[in-house]
């Protein structure tokens, strides 16, 4: 479903206004110096995972540009963090925007960084143009959106909806060091006093976010509208067996872990070709101990990512998975500990705040198709509580995750205007005169 929009200044919204692509992208590569690490190709990328120091940073960061903008900022419990440019009529609900600032260990410049930082564009648009829109507008950024330190992702947004406790996230241990989520959001100066879950929840919600997949580039579109993500499971898998000789040892007296996992591995790609369609398995993680040429390990620990925008498809690749794992260590006669570390069901975004940013691109004069989200997204979880839906914009060769993560200026800027043009627009819903 693509549409090409037409750009004639009589079309337009009113309040025919465009952000500044200068200062985004200054302020995406501020930004992106805070855990900058470069790969042995030269690609420059962030490593900041969630409440790391480098996290603490860049908060800071942001923070401190949310104050030079005079924006009310605001922090929960779970270390959330809500800047809010007032209204005409701030007794209305606000119209709320944002993302993360937090990455995986090898991540870009763009993922989630964008979303915020363009929402502070947006802000500063509109005071630079002196529009005051009657409803408020906040920029949120959300603990722990990508869950590589601490599962599950998008963990801030689920608790400040109330679909997590906060006692039960402020227990989760890093995946790393074992730190307590509650015990490094206090170290680093983020565990705010806003109660979890929020205490009244936006207007609406919508995210500006990269693709972080091939689509928009391969058919040349320039903005994605996001009618929903898919669901998404993860578990971590610790199979224990015996350590031995890896020379003394006959083939048929193992108990092999390493083994084990890589037979799973091995299954779950199979499974996702033989599911067809929108199915997609991932082994993102795997770890031998002692991790030796000649032993034998005595436990393997793995992860797996399983998503699929079906949810019936998703259960019954969760049952295979599960069925293989019982009849291959029951072979092998290693033991399994699963753990559920993450399982969101696919989300369908509201139907009106979809045709919303699909206009606003259209009068824009940009491109646009139609697509669901393959990455989590913080938007997900504002579903819950209220209107939401997302924009997306092209990722170079479709990379995401990766130190090469590259979106064009040009594209950024489409995104950020849609961006802004929605947010107005809901900003003047329910205006009185
Ligand atoms: C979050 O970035 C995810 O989709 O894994
Ligand atoms: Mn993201
Ligand atoms: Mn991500």
Known sequence: MTSVGNTSAANLPPGDVRVDIDRLVARIEALAEIGAVEGPDGARGCARLALTDADRDARDLVVGWMTDLGLDIEVDAVGNVFGTCRGSQPELA?????????????????DGNLGVLAGLEVIETLITNDITPARSITVAFFTDEEGARFAPDMLGSLVYVGGMPLEQALDVEAVDDHQRLGDELLRIGYAGTLPCPGASFPHRFVELHIEQGP????????????????????????????????????????????????????????????????????????????????????????????????????????????????????????????????????????????????????????????????????????????????????????????????????????????????????ARQNESA
């Not at 606000?94 to 763009?110: A, E, N, W």
């Open 215 to 426: 689509i928009l580039e391969d058919e040349a579109i320039e903005i994605g509208v996001v009618e929903g993500v898919q669901g998404i499971s993860w578990t971590q898998l610790v199979i224990s067996g015996q350590s031995a000789h890896a020379g003394t040892t006959p083939m048929r007296l193992r108990h092999d872990p390493g083994y084990v996992a890589a037979e799973i591995v091995g299954f779950v790609r199979r499974l996702a070709g033989e599911l067809g369609g929108d199915q997609v398995a991932t082994v993102g993680r795997i770890e031998l101990d002692p991790n030796l040429v000649n032993v034998i390990p005595r436990s393997a620990t793995i992860t797996l990512d399983v998503r699929n925008t079906d949810e019936p498809t998703l259960q019954v690749a969760e049952r295979r998975i599960a069925d293989e794992v019982a009849r291959v260590a029951a072979a092998e006669g290693v033991r399994v500990e699963s753990t559920t570390l993450a399982r969101f069901e696919p989300v369908n975004f509201d139907p009106a705040m979809i045709d919303l940013v699909e206009q606003t691109a259209s009068t824009l004069g940009y491109s646009t198709r139609r697509m669901s989200s393959g990455a989590g997204h913080d938007a997900q979880m504002l579903a819950r509580v209220c209107p939401t839906s997302m924009i997306f914009v092209p990722s170079a060769n479709g990379l995401s995750h990766n130190l090469a993560e590259f979106t064009a200026p040009a594209d950024l800027e489409r995104g950020a205007n849609v961006l802004l043009h929605v947010i107005l627009a809901l």
């Open 94 to 110: 606000v119209v709320m925007t944002g993302s993360h600032i937090d990455t995986v260990r090898t991540g870009g410049r763009f």
